[in-house]
T-cell receptor, first 108, second 117 residues
């Protein structure tokens, strides 16, 4: 089986940088995805790491270390609109398994 | 491109009643998923279709839940009879292929928020 662990909530101020961690336990790991979900909205895809290292997409970056069974999502220049839940997810046997999510609150 | 369409947006029913949700995936997406998301938790996969065939329904409570994807396009998810613990958001998603990786991410609809009283 597979499990993904994330902090339940994180708070940061506008303009700051925040890191959301995800640790996983798995038999057969292929990669790590990140999704954003605003309150009442649909989860939307942010990024995917299939290999170790950093992937950058604008203000968002995602990192994976297979040796440490660990990844993170880095959000820079935080804006109020970044307040949302962030989920790490990993493919297992052709299906996507999600973590419990981290609720990010951005304060002015 | 048009996104994943779901209806209804909200539904309130009493326990032991039945309810059905409808999903229209993105055109051309062969893989369709139904997820259940309980408040404060991550989405949990209920069933996955590849075209009109079931790939995985290991987490679907088959004594009360059923789903179909006739003609490999639209899908319906039904609950009969509903229980209080079925209160959740039911999310439909689709992808080109069933890898879930960066080349074929999942595209979600806005979901149906079900309240069972």
């Amino acid at each position: 089986g597979q499990s993904l662990e994330q902090p339940s909530e994180v708070t940061a101020v506008e303009g700051a940088i925040v890191q959301i961690n995800c640790t996983y336990q798995t038999s057969g790991f292929y990669g790590l995805s990140w999704y954003q979900q605003h309150d009442g909205g649909a989860p939307t895809f942010l990024s995917y790491n299939g290999l170790d290292g950093l992937e950058e997409t604008g203000r968002f970056s995602s990192f994976l270390s297979r040796s440490d069974s660990y990844g993170y999502l880095l959000l820079q220049e935080l804006q109020m609109k970044d307040s949302a839940s962030y989920f790490c997810a990993s493919p297992q046997g052709g299906k996507l398994i999600f973590g419990q999510g981290t609720e990010l609150s951005v304060k002015p | 491109e048009a996104g994943v369409a779901q209806s209804p947006r909200y539904k309130i029913i009493e326990k032991r009643q039945s309810v059905a949700f409808w999903c229209n995936p993105i055109s051309g997406h062969a893989t369709l998923y139904w997820y259940q998301q309980i408040l404060g938790q991550g989405p949990k996969l209920l069933i996955q279709f590849q075209n009109n065939g079931v790939v995985d329904d290991s987490q679907l409570p088959k004594d009360r839940f059923s789903a179909e994807r006739l003609k490999g396009v639209d899908s319906t998810l039904k609950i009969q009879p509903a229980k209080l613990e079925d209160s959740a958001v039911y999310l439909c998603a689709s992808s080109l292929v069933p890898t879930g990786d960066g080349n074929s991410p999942l595209h979600f609809g806005n979901g149906t928020r079900l309240t069972v009283t």
